[in-house]
C-alpha cells in the first residue's frame, strides 16, 4: 500500500500541471458553483465550512483521499471539520463527485 503513494502523488501532480487540467480545473469550479458549494467553502480561507486547502492538506498523503473525499460530498455529514452539517450532493454523477474531489485535492487551481 505505501508503494502506491508516491505514485498516487505523481498522478495527481500530473494531472494537476496537464494542459486538460486548465479545462477539468473550469469544469470543476464551475460545478462547484452549480452545485452551491462556494456558498460554504472557499479555496484559501474558511468560510462556513472548511477551505479547500485545508481539506487537500488533511488528506494530503493518503491514498484513499479521492474515494473519501468523493464520498463525503456524496453523502455530506458533520463532525469531520467542526458541527455544521454539509448537506449532501447525492445529485451528482460519480465522475462529477471524482472531479470535485480531485480539483479539491489539487487546492482547488483556478487553472
Known sequence: MLSTLPL???????LASS??????AAAAKALAAKS???ACHAVDKKLVGPSYKDV???HR???????KVSARIKSGGSGMYGP????????LKDDELKLLAGWILAGAPDQ
Open 8 to 14: 498516487f502523488a505523481a498522478s495527481l501532480f500530473a
Open 56 to 58: 487537500a492538506a488533511k
Open 84 to 91: 455544521v452539517p454539509m448537506p449532501a450532493q447525492a445529485q
Open 36 to 38: 452551491a458549494c462556494l
Open 19 to 24: 494542459p486538460a487540467s486548465a479545462l477539468d
Open 61 to 67: 498523503g493518503q491514498a484513499d483521499a479521492l474515494e
